[in-house]
């Protein structure tokens, strides 16, 4: 079965960085676009980055364009995010979620997701 982990959250400092995974299994990783979303507490599930399953193509919400990268190794059947100049705002549930051949932000389109990671950006 469709299996998504997500590890790597924890406490920031304003400014500082985190680097989220997604392990991934029981799917073609190589031919699945991927993507990370993020749910602040008492908002709804927002959608923050996608990518394509050859990597070339990455697409990020206004929000964090220019702070976060997403990449993927298909080898190890993980996405990553990479989350730089860290915001209180920034804080929140992340989650990694299988868009098959989606990548954008419409969550609807995405079938399964991981039980996330928590992100806490704070003094």
């Known amino acids: 079965q469709v299996q998504l982990v997500e590890s790597g959250g924890g406490l920031a400092h304003p400014g500082g960085s985190l680097r989220l995974s997604c392990a991934t299994s029981?799917?073609?990783?190589?031919?699945?676009?991927m993507s990370w979303a993020r749910q602040a507490p008492g908002k709804g599930l927002e959608w923050v980055s996608g990518?394509?399953?050859?990597?070339?193509?990455?697409f990020y919400a206004d929000s964090v364009k220019g702070r976060f990268t997403i990449s993927r190794d298909n080898e190890k059947k993980t996405v990553y995010l990479q989350m730089n100049n860290l915001k209180p705002e920034d804080t929140a549930l992340y989650y990694c979620?299988?868009?098959?051949?989606?990548?954008?932000?419409?969550?609807?389109?995405?079938?399964?997701w991981g039980q996330g990671t928590q992100v806490t950006v704070s003094s």
């Open positions: 029981g799917f073609d990783f190589s031919g699945t676009a």
């Open positions: 990518i394509y399953s050859d990597g070339r193509y990455t």
């Open positions: 979620g299988q868009g098959g051949n989606y990548a954008g932000p419409d969550i609807s389109e995405y079938k399964y």
